[in-house]
């Protein structure tokens, strides 16, 4: 049966005989009118095809139940992961999530924060690129709103960072493939966008000098977030060089390990760990493309709901809690090392 369209809360308001404050407070919480006030707005509802702008809703109230999200790249199966568990521990909280991408450009994550400003954010959930971030917008932002980051960590800023131990992770893997055959070589991006391929790096050279070996890192030209073209172009060059001191390379991430998985098979390297393979690959992150590389990929596992549920639990105790001078608070999980048949 066809409904007259209602563009607006106020010709709405016109139809139902109903104040718009009052239609406010029925679509922020129904049970907060009279029954027989909902009962004329629900009589309304179904008479007219009329749905509230909720974040319009939202613009009228001192402290709104938005909460913005906002990750490096969507397109990213990491990133787009740990946005669904966000967004959906948002609305079990009673919250309105927005979900904004980068798309890869730094540019962009300081154009979404400046755009949820006029949504009047609850609090914020940041993962930053950190490092190439526009560092003063995030800092500025984060004074005006409750902001937790997850993944990437950007020293001092927001209230709270949740993310993985990237020391104990990269130890784990270390140990794993020092023990297990030739100890590893590193292969990273020589400008990487994301902090943790830095706070890696570290981790591999402490690791290494614990394992008394010698440490070898080898950086892909290349910059954006095509990980795995970098991974397959510089790895592969790098292989055809003879560049590796050892038969075994840790990337810094699953996609370079993705990509250079690519290159050894176009090469005719062997990967794995049986007698008749003379390349060992492990990456980090536990990529959900992952398991089912050929051959699949040893690697080291991030608890991807763990990060994003202690993330938004975090900022909804922050929002409902506030602790007016508190110390920032750091949250790292431990990695856990997933053996597959790459190394």
């Not at 509802?45 to 938005?66: G, H, S």
């Not at 969507?74 to 740990?82: C, G, N, T």
């Not at 690697?299 to 001078?325: C, H, K, M, N, V």
Request: charged fraction near 20%.
């Amino acid at each position: 049966m066809y409904k007259q369209k209602i563009r607006n809360m106020d010709a709405f308001s016109t139809v139902c005989g109903v104040s718009r404050p009052t239609l406010s407070k029925y679509f922020n919480d129904p049970d907060s009118v009279k029954r027989s006030t909902r009962d004329k707005i629900e009589q309304a509802l179904d008479k007219y095809d009329y749905r509230p702008n909720i974040y319009a809703v939202n613009q009228n109230r001192e402290k709104t139940r938005n909460i913005g999200i906002v990750v490096p790249n969507l397109a990213d199966p990491f990133f787009s992961e740990i946005g669904r568990v966000v967004e959906l521990a948002c609305h079990d909280a009673g919250y309105s999530p927005i979900v904004l991408s980068s798309h890869g450009r730094p540019s962009l994550e300081a154009s979404n924060l400046n755009s949820l400003r006029s949504l009047k954010p609850a609090g914020v959930l940041l993962a930053p690129f950190g490092r190439v971030s526009d560092v003063s917008v995030v800092e500025s932002f984060a004074r005006d709103v409750p902001v937790v980051l997850f993944d990437a960590n950007i020293d001092g800023i927001g209230e709270a960072f949740v993310g993985t131990d990237n020391n104990q992770s990269v130890d784990l893997m270390v140990e794993y493939l020092c023990r297990s055959g030739q100890p590893p070589c590193l292969f990273e991006m020589k400008s990487p966008l994301n902090p943790n391929a830095n706070k890696r790096r570290q981790a591999y050279l402490d690791s290494m000098q614990r394992h008394g070996f010698a440490a070898h890192v080898l950086q892909a030209e290349g910059t954006g977030w095509d990980f795995e073209a970098i991974g397959s172009a510089e790895g592969g060059r790098m292989l055809a060089e003879n560049a590796f001191a050892t038969n075994t390379v840790l990337c810094s991430n699953d996609r370079l390990a993705i990509g250079m998985l690519s290159a050894a098979y176009g090469l005719g390297l062997r990967v794995g760990h049986g007698t008749d393979c003379t390349l060992r690959i492990a990456g980090h992150d536990d990529h959900p493309y992952s398991r089912y590389t050929c051959p699949s990929l040893t690697t080291i596992a991030q608890d991807y709901s763990a990060i994003a549920t202690r993330a938004a639990q975090t900022l909804f105790s922050i929002i409902e809690s506030p602790e007016t001078g508190s110390d920032r608070r750091e949250t790292l999980l431990d990695g856990k090392l997933v053996m597959r048949n790459s190394a």
